[in-house]
């Protein structure tokens, strides 16, 4: 019931950034709290940052610092500024939309930050 589309992914060398949007469209007033996650080569899907409705944020420890996730509720939309990027965030990441019921995920967008 509800869609996530990711936007924003590419390449990108490191020290360099990125923004990352999400946009939540079908049953948003579902959502009660979005997040980015990462799964990069030969690891698990692991949580980058999150956001609740009444806005506190965390970040993983890996990016706290670099790292700023944002939403705006009257768009529907999670966005997630990357700054300082290292080769370790080469990843897929994906938007997370969590409701009362279940999770729902976005088919991801490809971060490759090169050295």
């Known amino acids: 019931q509800v869609q996530l589309v990711e936007s924003g992914g590419g390449s990108v060398q490191a020290g360099g950034s990125l923004i990352l949007s999400c946009a939540a469209s079908g049953s948003i007033f579902l959502i009660n709290t979005m997040g980015w996650y990462r799964q990069a080569p030969g690891k698990q899907r692991e949580l980058v940052a999150g956001i609740t409705n009444g806005g506190y944020t965390n970040y993983a420890d890996s990016v706290s610092g670099r790292f700023i996730i944002s939403r705006d509720n009257a768009k529907n939309t999670a966005n997630l500024q990357m700054n300082s990027l290292k080769p370790e965030d080469t990843a897929v990441y994906y938007c997370?939309?969590?409701?009362?019921?279940?999770?729902?995920w976005g088919k991801g967008t490809l971060v490759t930050v090169s050295s």
């Open positions: 997370n939309a969590g409701t009362r019921n279940r999770p729902y």
